[in-house]
Nanobody
Framework: QVHLSESGGGLVQAGGSLRLSCTAS????????MGWYRQAPGKERELVAS???????RYLDSVKGRFTISRDDTKNSVYLQMNTLKPEDTAVYYC???????????????WGQGTQVTVSS
């Protein structure tokens, strides 16, 4: 089991910035990918950004150049720096951990409880 604890959401005006943080604890595999997903009302959950333990990153096209994902493996944490926020970024943001080391937990997704990000126009 992996437990994810998130923080950093809130209300911000368009053009503003927020930083989300997520700390993992429990049975963390050495090879993994951590990321942030979001879900707006009436829409499907979508991947915003992810970072592999090897350093590779992936971004949703609409956030490229505005959001930056990073991780600190000494703290088992992942961060999402969100700049130039837009009203369409409003959603509940979920931290995700997926272990990729050969083990019974290979490919299992763990989720945080979600944190609300609201961007006003």
């Amino acid at each position: 089991q992996v437990h994810l604890s998130e923080s950093g959401g809130g209300l911000v005006q368009a053009g503003g910035s927020l930083r989300l943080s997520c700390t993992a604890s429990g049975s963390i595999l050495s090879i993994n990918v951590m990321g942030w997903y979001r879900q707006a009302p009436g829409k499907e959950r979508e991947l915003v950004a992810s970072v592999h333990s090897g350093g590779w990153t992936r971004y949703l096209d609409s956030v490229k150049g505005r959001f930056t994902i990073s991780r600190d493996d000494t703290k088992n944490s992942v961060y999402l720096q969100m700049n130039t926020l837009k009203p369409e970024d409003t959603a509940v943001y979920y931290c995700n951990h997926r272990g990729l080391s050969p083990s019974p937990n290979y490919g299992v997704d763990y989720w945080g409880q979600g944190t609300q990000v609201t961007v006003s126009s």
